[in-house]
């Protein structure tokens, strides 16, 4: 009796282990550990450097549409009586090429000044005046007045950067300074109705300092963070440039007189470039706060 017992509780303590066995053998093992990286430590990234100011040189080459507003005179010889009639029916002045440079300094992203000298070559002028009152044969006498001018302007400008798109930065300008304008090759011919005519010139050529000043827009095409073209557009005022006194050739009752090309203004059109002095150097990030605790 007790070896059937014993047997049975054997055989079922075997059989609930093998069926233990077998649900372990059927759950699948555990997963394995995540891999966890090693810590790397922090690399400040590497950003280059915005333009943000210093010294640069500029260059520029254009062109100046010019004009003059009136042509007033002024006599020498109080004696002689000036036509009543007088008027300047005809006045124009060519067009100058202008070359230029300067040194200058931007302040920061959108505030800069610089100095700048200038160059205008030579162009011929002329004003034609007309009388009738004194006029030898009756009808209408003209006088013509021509000659050259040049001039070396010298200015100190300001400009405000209006923001950067696409590498393009529109600007606004305005400068104040002198022109040194030249007159030279002046001759005066008389053309009277009866067909005789008269000569004057001047003994010397002429120069004088005038004020200036300007207003100018543009837009600058930044190829780098240190080179830079430049296309503008500027109203430039020159003064009134003064000629030398003219002489009359053969005429004793000359009155003469010198002239002024008076509100002489151009509308310049120019190309420029700036190369900025300081090269662009990497600038490192600060690294973040890291928390204590």
């Not at 100046?64 to 007088?86: E, I, K, L, R």
């Not at 022109?179 to 000569?199: E, H, P």
Request: glycine share 10%; aromatic share 14%.
């Amino acid at each position: 009796m007790v070896s059937v017992k014993f047997f049975a509780s054997a055989a079922a303590a075997s059989l609930i282990g093998t069926a233990a066995y077998a649900a372990d053998m059927q759950m699948p093992p555990p997963p394995p550990p995540m891999y966890q990286p090693p810590p790397v430590a922090y690399q400040p990234p590497v950003m280059a450097a915005p333009a943000m100011g210093g010294w640069y040189l500029r260059g520029d080459v254009g062109v100046g549409m010019q004009s003059f507003g009136d042509f007033p005179h002024s006599q020498t010889n109080s004696a002689f009586v000036w036509p009543a009639s007088w008027e300047i029916v005809q006045k124009d002045i060519q067009d100058t090429t202008i070359f230029g440079g300067g040194v200058g300094y931007a302040w920061n992203n959108w505030f800069r000044t610089d100095f700048t000298a200038e160059y205008r070559t030579k162009a011929a002028w002329k004003a034609t005046g007309s009388y009738t009152n004194f006029c030898a044969g009756g009808g209408t006498c003209f006088d013509v007045t021509q000659g050259n001018m040049s001039s070396a302007v010298f200015m100190a400008n300001a400009y405000v950067d209006l923001g950067t798109w696409w590498c393009i930065t529109p600007y606004i300008g305005a400068g104040v300074g002198g022109a040194y304008n030249r007159i030279t090759g002046v001759q005066d011919n008389g053309i009277n109705s009866d067909g005789t005519q008269g000569f004057g010139y001047t003994y010397s050529d002429s120069a004088n300092w005038n004020l200036a000043w300007n207003a100018q827009a543009g837009l600058t095409y930044n190829v780098t963070n240190a080179f830079k073209v430049d296309l503008s557009a500027r109203y430039l005022h020159l003064g009134s440039p003064q000629t030398a006194t003219v002489f009359c050739q053969n005429t004793a009752a000359c009155p003469g007189a010198f002239y002024n090309l008076s509100n002489m203004n151009s509308w310049d059109f120019r190309l420029g470039v700036r190369w900025m002095l300081q090269p662009d150097v990497p600038v490192m990030a600060p690294p973040p706060l890291m928390s204590r605790g």
